[in-house]
């Protein structure tokens, strides 16, 4: 689907990063060069795009993609790498059975590619052993929304957002993790000031600047605060009696569980860390206000605790009513653009195709007589956690990874490297060709990526969009529905994967969602059923269900105050608030608490391409407030060893009062295709939820020691380098040439020769250039290639390094002069330079340094003048809240 306007033509795509879903328009300019920019049209986002978004032209040029099917790292023929998945597939089902095969899938996969794997695991080979990264985030919703309302759904929509008058976010730094949502609050307070506003998060988050009021509570104790507002709600006399007792079961139960666990907002105050104060405040503005929204993301989800979480916050809501109806509800935010379709085809191991349930007699009947499938699973599967371990124990003997990287992103991460090397099988079908992942697999299938795939993607409201292709197809790449399939037909179930076109998926996909249900189940997208390729290449954005009765599609469930539990009724839960498995001690007094950066996505393996991007952040870091830094005995930018009972990295030190005492954060992304050590779930225990089986990434235990090394430099190049000297290195990119931060001890050999070999490959005819000060221990370097600098190295005692910005236009440069080539080993510019400082504004390359200079120079009181003059936060946004707190820091320091 296109487009028009002027100029050209462009394609409409979806955002593959988180689940707000936005709408995207792209097209190839003439000169070969991809541009994007928002759909204004799409209900997502109306144009709207955050930093990584507005980026995604830089990401699609990848040079480390995989273009051609390989076997034991040498290129084979598509039928040969399909040929042995098959056939090694069947061979160990046959001796070992269908439990001893898995597929681990990805929320960045398409609709279609979902159905097809799903249906091939449960109903072909008949296990349920396919589960999906997006166990990792939002497993626990499900089963929230399972155990309140009978099915995996979102009530609301985005709308709800505008038009509520106090907004609960819980667990989640909005801002940053899901910056057009952000984007709309901060709209949605700017036309109604009277909003309200509210944060629960140990952490101050950049999302901090906008809440009225910030609970600060410590690690763990969400449904202690949570109970504590079930209470208060009975005492205040908010029970919507009319609701609770004709559309609701359960609430004796769990008001007694509260009111037993929660006593009074003091008891709840003294266990959560807070001020009695700001737990009323909060208590009793959210009594006080009918149109509340609540917003809940990983924060409370990737806990021991996360199903409950999402239940103490459900209850509060049908206590009040305030379910269904405009400006109401309570919302969890997806992270991945396409895990809620994900679910809708059944891509967790506990769960049946269109929301049906295994174990279930009646469903299994269902789904097994619509594929006419000779088997169908019959019992759960072996969920993420579950999934690696029996890969390391031997029960399971092959395993088909799918667009998702585990070595890094499942916890107790070395773990699970160790378990798939010993693997006999392990296929990878990615589009990227080294990631820590692939480096071990055996087979690797080469896949289509965003702007090459076609199919459909389904968001945190329930809107399913399109996604079209704009981009040639790179190499051999395939969709992974059609590999999936290819390897289904050699398995011999040809008739029952026909497929020639996604289309065709979709609409057995849809008709699914009907079939049997009559009401039963609220995903049902049937009225899709008969799409033409035209009409379904041609389909607008619409909320599920989409049904003959709302065949425009459906923007809020419940209305008519019907859910989808046995008795019919939304079902309260008693809950009873648990400690973390683990709590600090001397060897490690501080809880360990991971997350996300602004502008890096996952495992950085599209986001890392990117040079503005990384601009923002480009080292891996732990936060840690002040005290505990001096209390460990740190300084703020050194770097620092972060230790749990698993293993240690080397990160770099960042202090800030915002982080909560007795606590670390640290981000997920850094892997070691971009860092030495520092894969942060190599530290995380896998503590998972009882009910979800989503893992604990918010509260382990950890300590931290000051790491020392006695140099520090920096490479820029325009190669990619394999290093293995220093004991701490991390990549990123900058304009055309690759940055490493590094540092170590002394190199054994000196540096010059060190240095050539990091730079250098052996025997090559090298054009070198040095420089070597004994008495100050400074080395620097540079390779030439003819009149052009092809890498540069600089050594130091200290960390202090000279402008980056001035070095990086030297590799832009056809020729160097004398006189630069001079400067170059001194470190110094000829010329005055502008240090920038640290990227803020990623859409506009603005530093820190910039914007502080301007705001002295103009006088500057807000963020809204910092965009008039220097145009930073007026594209995207994301960087507002930065914006903010530069504007606060430096108004107190006056």
């Given at each position: 689907?296109?487009?028009?306007d002027?100029?050209?033509?462009?394609?409409?795509?979806?955002c593959?990063?988180?689940?707000?879903?936005?709408?995207?328009?792209?097209r190839?300019?003439?000169?070969?060069?991809?541009?994007?920019?928002?759909?204004?049209d799409?209900?997502?986002?109306?144009?709207?795009?955050?930093?990584?978004?507005?980026?995604?032209?830089?990401?699609?040029?990848?040079?480390?993609?995989?273009?051609?099917?390989?076997?034991?790292?040498?290129?084979?023929?598509w039928?040969?790498?399909?040929?042995?998945?098959?056939?090694?597939?069947?061979?160990?089902?046959?001796?070992?059975g269908?439990?001893?095969?898995a597929?681990?899938?990805?929320?960045?996969?398409?609709?279609?590619?979902?159905?097809?794997?799903?249906?091939?695991?449960?109903?072909?080979?008949?296990?349920?052993?396919?589960?999906?990264?997006?166990?990792?985030?939002?497993?626990?919703?499900?089963?929230?929304?399972?155990?309140?309302?009978?099915?995996?759904?979102v009530?609301g929509?985005?709308?709800?957002?505008?038009?509520?008058?106090?907004?609960v976010?819980?667990?989640?730094?909005?801002?940053?993790?899901?910056?057009?949502?952000?984007?709309?609050?901060?709209r949605?307070?700017?036309?109604?000031?009277?909003?309200?506003?509210?944060?629960?998060?140990?952490?101050?988050?950049?999302?901090?600047?906008?809440?009225?009021?910030?609970?600060?509570?410590?690690?763990?104790?969400?449904?202690?605060?949570?109970?504590?507002?079930?209470?208060?709600?009975?005492?205040?006399?908010?029970?919507?009696?009319?609701?609770?007792?004709?559309?609701?079961?359960?609430?004796?139960?769990?008001l007694?569980?509260a009111?037993k666990?929660?006593?009074?907002?003091?008891?709840?105050?003294?266990?959560?860390?807070?001020?009695?104060?700001?737990?009323?405040?909060?208590?009793?503005?959210?009594?006080?206000?009918?149109?509340?929204?609540?917003?809940?993301?990983?924060?409370v989800?990737q806990?021991?605790?996360?199903?409950?979480?999402?239940?103490?916050?459900?209850n509060?809501?049908?206590?009040?009513?305030?379910?269904?109806?405009?400006?109401?509800?309570?919302?969890?935010l997806?992270?991945?653009p396409?895990?809620?379709?994900?679910?809708?085809?059944?891509?967790?191991?506990?769960?049946?195709?269109?929301?049906?349930?295994?174990?279930?007699?009646?469903?299994g009947?269902?789904?097994?007589?619509?594929?006419?499938?000779?088997?169908?699973?019959?019992?759960?599967?072996?969920?993420?956690?579950e999934?690696?371990?029996?890969?390391?124990?031997?029960?399971?003997?092959?395993?088909?990874?799918?667009?998702?990287?585990?070595?890094?992103?499942?916890?107790?991460?070395?773990?699970?490297?160790?378990?798939?090397?010993?693997?006999?099988?392990?296929?990878?079908?990615?589009?990227?060709?080294n990631?820590?992942?692939?480096?071990?697999?055996?087979?690797?299938?080469?896949?289509?990526?965003?702007?090459?795939?076609?199919?459909t993607l389904?968001?945190?409201?329930?809107c399913?969009?399109?996604?079209?292709?704009?981009l040639?197809?790179?190499?051999?790449?395939?969709?992974?529905?059609?590999?999936?399939?290819?390897?289904?037909?050699?398995?011999?179930?040809?008739?029952?994967?026909?497929?020639?076109?996604?289309?065709?998926?979709f609409?057995e996909?849809?008709?699914?969602?009907?079939?049997?249900?009559?009401?039963?189940?609220?995903?049902?997208?049937?009225?899709?059923?008969?799409?033409?390729?035209?009409?379904?290449?041609?389909?607008?954005?619409?909320?599920?269900?989409?049904?003959?009765?709302?065949?425009?599609?459906?923007?809020r469930?419940?209305?008519?105050?019907?859910y989808?539990?046995?008795?019919?009724?939304a079902?309260?839960?008693?809950?009873?608030?648990?400690?973390?498995?683990?709590?600090?001690?001397?060897?490690?007094?501080?809880?360990?608490?991971?997350?996300?950066?602004?502008?890096?996505?996952?495992?950085?393996t599209?986001?890392?391409?990117?040079?503005?991007?990384?601009?923002?952040?480009?080292?891996?870091?732990a936060?840690?407030?002040?005290?505990?830094?001096?209390?460990?005995?740190?300084?703020?930018?050194?770097?620092?060893?972060?230790?749990?009972?698993?293993?240690?990295?080397?990160?770099?030190?960042m202090?800030?009062?915002?982080?909560?005492?007795?606590?670390?954060?640290?981000?997920?992304?850094?892997?070691?295709?971009?860092?030495?050590q520092?894969?942060?779930?190599?530290?995380?225990?896998?503590?998972?939820?009882?009910?979800?089986?989503?893992?604990?990434?918010?509260?382990?235990?950890a300590?931290?020691?000051?790491?020392?090394?006695?140099?520090?430099?920096?490479i820029?190049?325009?190669?990619?380098?394999r290093?293995?000297?220093?004991?701490?290195?991390?990549?990123?990119?900058?304009?055309?040439?690759?940055?490493?931060?590094?540092?170590?001890?002394?190199?054994?050999?000196?540096?010059?020769?060190?240095?050539?070999?990091?730079?250098?490959?052996?025997?090559?005819?090298?054009?070198?250039?040095?420089?070597?000060?004994?008495?100050?221990?400074?080395y620097?370097?540079?390779?030439?290639s003819?009149d052009?600098?092809?890498?540069?190295?600089?050594?130091?005692?200290?960390?202090?390094?000279?402008?980056?910005?001035?070095?990086?236009?030297?590799?832009?440069?056809?020729?160097?002069?004398?006189?630069?080539?001079?400067?170059?080993?001194?470190?110094?510019?000829?010329?005055?330079?502008?240090?920038?400082?640290?990227?803020?504004?990623?859409?506009?390359?603005?530093?820190?340094?910039?914007?502080?200079?301007?705001?002295?120079?103009?006088?500057?009181?807000?963020?809204?003048q910092?965009?008039?003059?220097?145009?930073?936060?007026?594209?995207c946004?994301?960087?507002?809240?930065?914006?903010?707190?530069?504007?606060?820091?430096?108004?107190?320091?006056?």
């Amino acid at each position: 689907m296109v487009s028009s306007d002027t100029e050209s033509s462009f394609v409409k795509a979806s955002c593959p990063y988180c689940g707000v879903g936005c709408g995207v328009l792209a097209r190839v300019e003439n000169n070969g060069i991809v541009r994007v920019r928002g759909d204004k049209d799409h209900p997502a986002n109306y144009g709207r795009l955050c930093s990584k978004g507005t980026a995604l032209a830089e990401t699609v040029y990848h040079e480390d993609r995989l273009l051609y099917p390989e076997i034991d790292t040498v290129q084979v023929s598509w039928e040969q790498a399909l040929r042995t998945v098959a056939g090694e597939f069947g061979k160990t089902i046959k001796k070992h059975g269908p439990d001893s095969v898995a597929f681990y899938v990805s929320g960045q996969l398409l609709t279609e590619d979902y159905y097809v794997a799903n249906k091939l695991m449960k109903g072909f080979i008949g296990s349920a052993n396919i589960d999906t990264n997006s166990r990792l985030c939002m497993s626990s919703p499900v089963m929230s929304h399972k155990r309140a309302f009978g099915e995996d759904l979102v009530p609301g929509c985005y709308e709800d957002i505008e038009r509520a008058r106090m907004i609960v976010l819980v667990g989640s730094n909005t801002a940053w993790c899901h910056p057009v949502i952000y984007q709309r609050i901060v709209r949605a307070k700017k036309d109604n000031p009277d909003l309200f506003i509210v944060l629960l998060d140990p952490r101050r988050t950049q999302t901090a600047g906008i809440a009225d009021l910030h609970l600060a509570l410590d690690p763990g104790t969400d449904s202690v605060l949570l109970n504590g507002l079930l209470a208060f709600l009975e005492a205040d006399n908010e029970r919507n009696v009319l609701f609770t007792q004709n559309f609701t079961s359960g609430l004796e139960d769990a008001l007694t569980m509260a009111q037993k666990t929660a006593v009074s907002p003091k008891a709840v105050a003294k266990k959560c860390g807070l001020e009695e104060d700001d737990v009323v405040a909060f208590y009793h503005r959210f009594s006080r206000t009918e149109r509340v929204v609540s917003l809940f993301s990983q924060g409370v989800n990737q806990s021991r605790s996360g199903v409950d979480n999402g239940n103490a916050l459900i209850n509060c809501h049908l206590f009040t009513g305030r379910i269904g109806r405009p400006g109401m509800g309570v919302f969890s935010l997806t992270g991945q653009p396409n895990a809620m379709g994900g679910r809708e085809v059944g891509g967790l191991a506990t769960m049946l195709a269109a929301h049906m349930e295994i174990g279930n007699a009646k469903h299994g009947h269902l789904v097994q007589r619509f594929w006419n499938s000779p088997k169908i699973a019959d019992r759960q599967g072996a969920s993420a956690v579950e999934l690696f371990s029996q890969i390391e124990s031997g029960k399971i003997k092959a395993v088909w990874i799918m667009g998702t990287n585990p070595v890094v992103s499942m916890p107790e991460a070395n773990r699970v490297k160790a378990a798939l090397k010993k693997c006999p099988l392990v296929v990878v079908s990615d589009c990227v060709r080294n990631t820590d992942t692939v480096d071990i697999a055996r087979v690797r299938l080469p896949a289509l990526t965003w702007g090459e795939r076609n199919g459909t993607l389904t968001n945190s409201e329930r809107c399913i969009s399109r996604q079209h292709p704009f981009l040639p197809v790179p190499g051999l790449a395939r969709p992974d529905w059609q590999i999936i399939t290819d390897v289904a037909r050699y398995m011999g179930f040809e008739e029952a994967f026909p497929y020639q076109k996604p289309a065709e998926i979709f609409r057995e996909h849809a008709a699914l969602s009907g079939f049997g249900n009559n009401g039963d189940r609220a995903f049902d997208i049937s009225e899709l059923a008969h799409l033409s390729n035209d009409e379904y290449d041609e389909m607008k954005p619409l909320q599920w269900p989409v049904t003959p009765f709302s065949p425009k599609g459906t923007a809020r469930l419940f209305v008519d105050g019907r859910y989808y539990t046995p008795d019919k009724k939304a079902h309260f839960i008693a809950i009873k608030p648990r400690r973390a498995a683990t709590q600090p001690d001397k060897k490690f007094p501080l809880i360990l608490n991971t997350g996300r950066v602004r502008d890096q996505w996952h495992t950085m393996t599209r986001t890392g391409m990117s040079p503005r991007l990384s601009s923002h952040i480009n080292e891996p870091f732990a936060q840690i407030h002040p005290d505990d830094m001096a209390l460990h005995n740190l300084t703020a930018d050194q770097l620092a060893k972060v230790s749990s009972p698993l293993g240690s990295i080397i990160v770099r030190v960042m202090t800030d009062d915002a982080q909560k005492r007795g606590s670390l954060f640290v981000p997920m992304h850094w892997n070691d295709h971009f860092s030495s050590q520092a894969r942060v779930n190599t530290l995380v225990q896998p503590v998972t939820d009882p009910v979800s089986g989503q893992p604990d990434f918010k509260h382990y235990v950890a300590n931290i020691v000051s790491y020392s090394p006695e140099w520090h430099g920096f490479i820029l190049s325009r190669r990619q380098l394999r290093l293995t000297n220093p004991q701490y290195w991390v990549r990123s990119r900058l304009r055309g040439v690759w940055h490493y931060h590094i540092a170590g001890d002394m190199m054994s050999t000196g540096w010059a020769d060190s240095a050539r070999k990091m730079l250098c490959s052996k025997n090559s005819d090298v054009n070198w250039i040095e420089y070597f000060d004994c008495d100050a221990k400074n080395y620097r370097a540079a390779r030439m290639s003819g009149d052009q600098v092809e890498s540069c190295i600089f050594i130091n005692e200290s960390a202090k390094m000279p402008s980056m910005d001035w070095l990086v236009s030297l590799f832009q440069k056809e020729k160097l002069s004398g006189s630069e080539r001079k400067a170059l080993l001194s470190g110094q510019s000829p010329s005055p330079e502008v240090d920038r400082g640290r990227i803020v504004c990623s859409c506009f390359d603005i530093g820190n340094k910039t914007i502080k200079a301007a705001i002295l120079e103009y006088n500057i009181t807000t963020t809204k003048q910092i965009g008039e003059i220097l145009q930073a936060g007026t594209n995207c946004g994301s960087c507002l809240p930065e914006l903010g707190e530069i504007l606060e820091n430096m108004a107190e320091t006056v």
